[in-house]
């Protein structure tokens, strides 16, 4: 395992679950973007970062990744973790395999996706629901709005793994086969 690692794809994939194993079982510091992209757009809106935006969601997206790839090599570079035996574990939405191949030194940060590519939209409804707890985001909003997301967390899904083959990066589908992914 490289010092620091990236749990990347789509909402609701399981990335903050594996991150939050991974940080549990081999000590990394478990960092989740979520937060940090929040306190982001509330305090420098300046930025342009604004992971609710009514722009193209997939533009959106483009965008927020060039920008959060340039914070997350910061945060790698900045020699934080370099006393300790590993580093980071990071779990975030918003970053494309061309921002990290582009961006982060894969000698030191491993990468992997996760996404829901194999299924429609309406039975990534299903799965959702079928993880679905109050402290998910999700669990609060109404069927239509989810169905929606749904739809648009298989688009991007499908992109991701489009992209993860031209960049050769690890892509796992955990649509239908999560708990053996995870090692549950």
Avoid at 2 to 24: E, Y
Avoid at 63 to 87: N, P, T, V
Wanted: some cysteine; proline content about 3%.
């Amino acid at each position: 395992m490289k010092k620091h690692m990236i749990i990347a794809g789509v909402p609701r994939s399981g990335k903050s679950t594996l991150s939050q194993r991974i940080s549990k079982d081999f000590g990394y510091q478990h960092i989740s973007m979520d937060s940090i992209i929040a306190g982001i757009e509330k305090i420098f809106p300046e930025t342009g970062i604004n992971s609710e935006a009514d722009a193209d969601l997939w533009k959106n997206i483009q965008y927020i990744s060039s920008k959060l790839a340039l914070f997350i090599r910061a945060m790698i570079d900045s020699g934080e973790y370099d006393e300790c035996d590993y580093g980071m574990v990071i779990d975030i939405f918003q970053l494309l395999p061309q921002h990290y191949v582009q961006y982060i030194d894969a000698s030191v940060c491993d990468i992997y996706y996760l996404g829901t590519s194999e299924v429609t939209p309406e039975e990534r409804y299903r799965i959702l629901k079928k993880y679905d707890t109050p402290k998910d985001y999700t669990y609060y909003k109404s069927a239509e709005e989810l169905r929606r997301e749904c739809a648009d967390i298989v688009m991007v899904s499908k992109r991701l793994e489009q992209l993860c083959g031209t960049y050769e990066l690890p892509y796992l589908d955990t649509s239908y086969n999560r708990e053996r992914i995870f090692g549950t």
